[in-house]
């Protein structure tokens, strides 16, 4: 089967996909459409960044555009700095003794920069990421605790009605917050 073909028949299958979770989430049509709009842009400056690269480290930072993870990213953050360790050493090669020493050594304190630089991005995506989780988390509980408070205040006001009036209020007031 030619990549033409499998690639029109990923294409498909990723829009009935993308419809059918559009579906289950509640998005709108337009909505998704606009996401997976932008999906695509960013996959295409994504994919840019990676052309100046060749062999290995290209092919880990496609995969890195492809995935779009924080995994992925400092795996082609890590091969961009050894391909540069790599290319750096070879330039080394044309000096001779204490120079070249010098050279090997520059190259490879570049590398162990570039490496550790990966590493704090990755940790502070990942901090990022936890840091999302708990404002989301914070926000729900703030959500319950506004939804509590406004029942209070409904079922008070329901308080100035007698008999069969507090009770319909009051059940009214229930059926509004989620509580039974």
Known sequence: MSKLMISLLAATGMAFAGAVIA???GIS???YKARVD???QQFKVDKDNCKSM???AKDVCMEAAYKNTDA????ARVAHVEAEYAVAKEKCDDQTGNAK????KEAKAAEVKGKADAKVNKVSSETQHQASAKT???RADAAEDKRDAEYKVAI?????????AKDRCVKDAKARYGKT
Do not use: I, L
Not at 72 to 75: G, P
């Open 72 to 75: 992925a990213r400092y795996d």
């Open 38 to 40: 932008q999906a695509a």
């Open 156 to 164: 008070e006001k329901c308080d100035s009605f007698a008999g069969a």
């Open 101 to 104: 020493d010098v050279c090997v």
């Open 23 to 25: 579906a289950d989430t």
């Open 54 to 56: 060749s062999g290995n």
């Open 29 to 31: 049509r337009d909505d």
């Open 136 to 138: 989301a988390s914070a």
